[in-house]
C-alpha cells in the first residue's frame, strides 16, 4: 500500500534568526515497498543547533535534515520486522522508506536496544545518541582531562554542554559553566557544577573568569564560539587543550564578525585547539553509549528533556534553540 508522507522542506535559505516562511510543510505519496525494505514512522524528532548552518550547504526544496527515533510499521525486510523501534538520520519528516541494501552506517541508522532504550526511547536521539556521543568523545579524546584541572565550558545547560560538565566531575575535574539564565544557571549547579554564571548579567566575562578559575584555565570545551573563543584563551594556562564543538552565537550571524587575532594566544600558551565532527567516532559509539548509560544507572550522569509535541510544531522546537528555549535536549514527540 502506498502511504503519504508529511515533511519540512526549505524555501529559502535562513537570513538571521530562521523564519517559519522560510520552511514549508509538504505532502508527498511514497511508493509500495520492495524486496528488503521497510517502512519508518517518526516517532522522536530532534532538533540540533548544527541544522542552522548546514542548511546553507542544500538547495531550496530541500529536505530538513536530522535524526529521529521511528517505528517499523511495515516490512518486506528480513532484518526488522513490525513495532522494531529504529533510530535514523531520516529528516523531519513522518514517514521514511528505508533499504537493506544501504549500509546501516552510510543510511545513520540502528535498531534500538530494548535493554539500554527501555522505557526511554528519545535519549536515541539525546544522551545516548548523537549529543551524547558529541560530549563523550569531544571532551575526552581531545580535551585528555587529568584529575584536578579546571574546564570552562559555555552552553552549559544545553544537551552537550550539561553532561560535558559532568562527565568532567566523574573525571575529577573542576567545573566552570555559563548558561543564559538564572533558572538554567541553578539547574546546571543541580548537575554538580562548582561554579556556574548568567552570562548574560555577570558583567565582564574576562574578570568573572579571573574570580571563578584563580588558577588559570586548563581545559575549554566551546559550544559558543566568537568572543568567549577569544576570552578564554586568554587566561588559559600553558599547554591547555581547547575542543571546539560549535560556535551557535555566530550562525545567525548576518555579518560576519570582527575578532582579534588568536594565534599569538595559541603559540604563547601552546595550546591544543582541535575542532571535531563527532561522526569520525561513529564505529565508537557503542562503547560511548554503554559508558553513559551505566553512568546513569549509578545517578552519575543525568539529563534533562525540552519536549514539544505534535511534528508541525518542529520550527518552534527548533526556533528555541537560538532564544534559550530548550534546558537539556531538544526533542519533538511525533
Known amino acids: 500500500m502506498s502511504v503519504k508522507c508529511r515533511k519540512w522542506v526549505l524555501k529559502s535559505h535562513f537570513c538571521g534568526m530562521p523564519k517559519r516562511e522560510d520552511l514549508d510543510i509538504v505532502e508527498e505519496e511514497l511508493p509500495p515497498l520492495k524486496d528488503g525494505e521497510f517502512l519508518c514512522e517518526a516517532v522522536w524528532l530532534s532538533v540540533d543547533p548544527y541544522m ?31 513495532g522494531d523501534l529504529v533510530v535514523g538520520n531520516y529528516g523531519w519528516r513522518t514517514h521514511t522508506v ?23 526511547e528519545s535519549t536515541a536521539v539525546g544522551v545516548l545518541g548523537m549529543p551524547g556521543a558529541t560530549a563523550y568523545f569531544g571532551f575526552l579524546n581531545l580535551c585528555t582531562p587529568k584529575e584536578g584541572e579546571t574546564l570552562v ?16 566531575k566523574i573525571k575529577g575535574c573542576r567545573v566552570v559553566g555559563f548558561a543564559g539564565s538564572d533558572e538554567k544557571v541553578e539547574y546546571v549547579k543541580g548537575l554538580g557544577f562548582d561554579e556556574a554564571f548568567n552570562y548574560k548579567t555577570m558583567g565582564s566575562m574576562s574578570e568573572t573568569l579571573k574570580k571563578a578559575c584563580p588558577k588559570g584555565i586548563d581545559l575549554f570545551f566551546d559550544n559558543v564560539g566568537g568572543e568567549w573563543f577569544e576570552t578564554v584563551l586568554a587566561q588559559m594556562n600553558t599547554f591547555g587543550r581547547v575542543s571546539i564543538c560549535g560556535a551557535i552565537s555566530q550562525y545567525n550571524a548576518e555579518e560576519k564578525p ?13 595550546l591544543k585547539v582541535e575542532g571535531f565532527i563527532v561522526l569520525r567516532w561513529i564505529k565508537e559509539w557503542p562503547e560511548c553509549f554503554k559508558q553513559m548509560s551505566q553512568w546513569i544507572a549509578e545517578g552519575k550522569l543525568k539529563y534533562e528533556e525540552t519536549v514539544t509535541v505534535g511534528f508541525d510544531n518542529m520550527f518552534d522546537a527548533f526556533l528555541g534553540l537560538f532564544t534559550g528555549a530548550n534546558i537539556g535536549k531538544a526533542v519533538v514527540k511525533a
Open 52 to 82: 542552522r548552518p548546514y542548511t546553507k550547504n542544500f538547495p531550496p526544496g530541500s529536505s530538513m535534515i536530522g535524526g529521529q527515533v521511528a517505528k517499523v510499521v511495515e516490512s518486506r525486510s528480513s532484518n526488522y520486522s513490525v
Open 153 to 168: 565550558v559555555n552552553g552549559a545547560a544545553g544537551a552537550v554542554g550539561s553532561l560535558v560538565g559532568q562527565i568532567a
Open 98 to 120: 528505508v533499504s537493506d541494501s544501504v549500509p546501516e552506517a552510510a543510511g545513520g541508522r540502528s535498531k534500538l536496544s530494548p535493554t539500554l532504550y527501555k522505557d526511554r
Open 258 to 270: 570582527k575578532g582579534n587575532y588568536v594565534s599569538q594566544l595559541i603559540l604563547g600558551h601552546q
